[in-house]
């Protein structure tokens, strides 16, 4: 696959997981939000949120993909369902995702790409 559908596939699901974030953060009316990060000219993608839950400043990254030599690395996954899970469905193949959050040493035993 092409690495610029790489590209359109991570945006649209940190961009579809943003919205459903905003929609919940308008009825729990807390002072923080949820934001996309796109580099496109380094291949960065972040999910993260920043503001204030109550008395406390909350800050924190959900998800943070990269694209490196043609593969998709998953640097960080916050979520449940796993975002790794989601871009197979979209087609890209296992062996295109690095679960990069694993060491190296067990990446081989994972069904996804090793490096």
């Not at 996309?36 to 999910?47: N, P, R």
């Not at 193949?93 to 679960?99: A, F, G, H, M, R």
Request: charged fraction near 30%; include cysteine.
């Amino acid at each position: 696959m092409a690495v610029e559908q790489y590209r359109q596939y991570i945006q649209h699901i940190l961009a579809e997981r943003q919205k459903r974030a905003a929609m919940q953060q308008k009825l729990n009316s807390e002072e923080y939000e949820v934001q996309t990060i796109f580099d496109e000219k380094q291949d960065h993608y972040q999910l993260l949120y920043v503001g204030w839950r109550g008395n406390r400043r909350d800050f924190g990254c959900i998800l943070h993909l990269d694209i490196k030599d043609g593969k998709i690395w998953i640097q960080h996954d916050g979520t449940e369902e796993g975002i790794a899970n989601r871009l197979v469905d979209m087609g890209v193949p296992k062996q295109d995702i690095i679960l990069a959050f694993h060491e190296p040493y067990i990446r081989q035993f994972t069904e996804f790409g090793t490096n």
